[in-house]
C-alpha cells in the first residue's frame, strides 16, 4: 500500500510537469514536427483588434513610362561619360583674340567740341576675347559679331595650340553673326544639325573659353526652344554654363552635331545663372551660305506684314479654344503673305506644322527657309483652318533708296537721308510697312544740332508733304530763311519752328 503510494506520487509528478510543458507550448506556439522528425515551435501571433471598416479611393490610372534605354541600368552605365562627343568636338571649337586701336578722349568737352575727339590723343591697343566654331574644314569660322566688333586684327587661336590672323567674310547685326576665314586646310570641323529637330530636355554640350581660362566644356539640357527676346531675335536657351568668352562658342548634341552659336546669358551678376541662349543652327548655316555667295549681310526671307499674338481676349472674340497664333494686322502689297491669299484678320498658326506664337517667331520660321522655296502656312479664317503655300522671297528695293546728303544751311543739313524701302527697313530695323523720306544718319551737324535723330522720317517741310527724296530737295530751293518742319519719331509727330 505503502509502495503503491509513492508510485502514484510519482505518476501525478509527470503529469503535473508534463502539464506545465503543454501549457507553455500553448502558450508560446503550436508544437510541430518538421520534415526531420524534431520539435520545433512555430510563434503564434497574438489576436488583434477587430478590423475597421475600409473603402478604395479612386485614382486615375496611369501607364508608367518604360526607361530602360535612357536610365542607367548597371555600373557599367553609371560610368558612362560625355568623353566621346567631347573629343569630337573640342577641335573644332577655338578661340577668338581681337586687337583695337582705341584714343583717349579729351576731359574738357569743349576742347574736344573744337579740334575733335583725336586730335593730339595716343592709341592704346584693347584686346577682347571670343569663341568661334569651324564649320569648314577650309578655314570657315562662325562667331558672334559682338565679339569682333570694330576690331583692327582678329586672331584665330585653335586648339591645337596653332593661331591664324583672320578676315571677315560676313557680318550680321541683325542676327549678332560673324563669319570669318583663315588660311588653313583640312581642319576638324562640325556639321550643322537642324535646330527645330532638338526637343526641351535633350541633352547639349556649351564648348568655349569662358574668362579665358582655355577651353571648357560645360553641360546642360535645352531648356526652351524658339525664345524670342524683345528685339524680335529668336533663341535655344540652356542650362549648360556659359560665361563671358564663351560667346561664339559651340553648342552641340550628344552626336556631336552643331545645335546653336552660344551669345548671351542672363544673369543680375555677369555669370552663369543658368540662362544661356545660343542662336539657332539654322540661322547659323543661313549666315554661312550666305557669306559663300559672296554676299556681306545674311539674305533672308521678307514677311512685309504686322501682327500680334493672340491674347485670351482676341481668342475669345475670334471663338477659339485658347490663345494661338498670331493676328495679321497689316500687309505690304508686295508681301509674299499677301500673294499666297493671306489678308489682314487671318490668324497664321503654324508654319510647316511648327506652331508660331509670335511676330518674332513666325519670322524665324519662314525667315530660316531657303529663298525662292514654298512652304505650307496653317492660318484661321471665319473659325476654319485652312492652309496655303508661301514663296520665300527677299525685302524688294521699290521705290529706289536715292540716298542724298542734305547740304547747305537748314535745320536738315548734314544729314544723310533715303526713300524707305522694305530692303532699307529691314537693314534698319525699322517697320517694314513704313513709307517716306527717313534720316539714316546726322553726324556732327546742323541737322544733330537741331535734335534731328536717325531714324526720323520727314513728314513735311514748309507746308510742303514730303513723299520722295525730290521733295525734300524742292522744299528746300524754296526756302526763304524760315523753317517748319515736321517728323515723325516713334509714331508721334514732332514740329521744328525756326529762323537760319
Do not use: K
Amino acid at each position: 500500500m505503502r509502495g503503491f503510494g509513492i508510485r502514484s506520487l510519482g505518476i501525478v509528478a509527470g503529469c503535473i510537469a508534463l502539464a506545465m510543458l503543454i501549457a507553455f507550448g500553448v502558450g508560446q506556439g503550436a508544437a510541430r514536427q518538421d520534415a526531420g522528425g524534431s520539435l520545433s515551435i512555430v510563434p503564434t501571433p497574438l489576436p488583434g483588434p477587430s478590423p475597421v471598416e475600409t473603402y478604395e479611393i479612386p485614382r486615375n490610372s496611369y501607364e508608367r513610362a518604360s526607361l530602360p534605354e535612357i536610365v542607367p541600368q548597371s555600373a557599367q552605365q553609371m560610368s558612362l561619360s560625355f568623353a566621346p562627343v567631347v573629343r569630337a568636338t573640342a577641335p573644332a571649337v577655338a578661340s577668338i583674340y581681337t586687337r583695337t586701336a582705341v584714343r583717349r578722349r579729351f576731359s574738357d568737352p569743349m576742347f574736344e567740341m573744337l579740334f575733335g575727339r583725336s586730335f593730339g590723343a595716343q592709341a592704346e591697343p584693347q584686346t577682347s576675347l571670343g569663341s568661334g566654331v569651324i564649320v569648314d574644314p577650309g578655314g570657315v569660322v562662325l562667331t558672334n559679331a559682338h565679339v569682333i566688333e570694330g576690331a583692327d586684327e582678329i586672331t584665330v587661336a585653335l586648339a591645337d595650340r596653332r593661331e591664324f590672323l583672320a578676315r571677315v567674310l560676313l557680318v550680321d547685326e541683325r542676327t549678332d553673326l560673324a563669319v570669318l576665314e583663315i588660311e588653313a586646310s583640312g581642319l576638324p570641323f562640325l556639321e550643322f544639325r537642324d535646330s527645330d529637330t532638338m526637343e526641351v530636355g535633350d541633352l547639349v554640350l556649351a564648348i568655349g573659353n569662358p574668362f579665358g581660362v582655355g577651353q571648357t566644356v560645360t553641360t546642360g539640357i535645352i531648356s526652351a526652344q524658339a525664345r524670342s527676346a524683345e528685339d524680335g531675335r529668336v533663341f535655344i536657351q540652356t542650362d549648360a554654363a556659359i560665361n563671358p568668352g564663351n560667346s561664339g562658342g559651340a553648342l552641340v548634341d550628344m552626336s556631336g552635331r552643331l545645335v546653336g552659336i552660344n551669345t548671351m546669358i542672363l544673369s543680375p551678376s555677369g555669370g552663369s545663372n543658368g540662362i544661356g541662349f545660343a542662336i539657332p543652327a539654322d540661322l547659323a548655316r543661313q549666315a554661312v551660305e550666305s557669306a559663300s555667295t559672296g554676299s556681306a549681310t545674311v539674305a533672308r526671307a521678307w514677311l512685309g506684314i504686322d501682327g500680334q499674338p493672340v491674347t485670351q481676349e482676341i481668342a475669345e472674340s475670334l471663338g477659339l479654344a485658347r490663345p494661338d497664333g498670331v493676328i495679321l494686322s497689316r500687309l505690304h502689297p508686295s508681301s509674299s503673305l499677301r500673294e499666297a491669299g493671306l489678308r489682314a484678320g487671318d490668324v497664321i498658326l503654324d508654319v510647316e506644322g511648327l506652331p508660331v506664337t509670335d511676330i518674332a517667331s513666325l519670322d524665324y520660321r519662314l525667315g530660316t527657309g531657303r529663298l525662292g522655296q514654298t512652304l505650307p502656312v496653317g492660318y484661321l479664317r471665319d473659325g476654319r483652318r485652312r492652309e496655303t503655300a508661301v514663296r520665300l522671297v527677299t525685302a524688294p528695293e521699290d521705290p529706289p533708296r536715292d540716298t542724298a546728303e542734305i547740304g547747305g544751311r537748314s535745320p536738315i543739313s548734314g544729314s544723310v537721308i533715303a526713300n524707305v524701302n522694305p530692303a532699307l527697313a529691314e537693314e534698319n530695323a525699322i517697320d517694314p510697312l513704313l513709307e517716306g523720306v527717313v534720316v539714316l544718319s546726322t553726324g556732327r551737324s546742323y541737322a544733330a544740332r537741331y535734335g534731328i535723330l536717325p531714324g526720323d522720317v520727314l513728314r513735311e517741310i514748309n507746308g510742303i508733304p514730303i513723299q520722295r527724296v525730290v521733295d525734300v530737295e524742292a522744299a528746300l530751293v524754296r526756302a526763304n530763311g524760315y523753317w517748319r518742319i515736321a517728323i515723325e519719331r516713334n509714331g508721334q509727330i514732332l514740329r521744328l519752328d525756326t529762323r537760319g
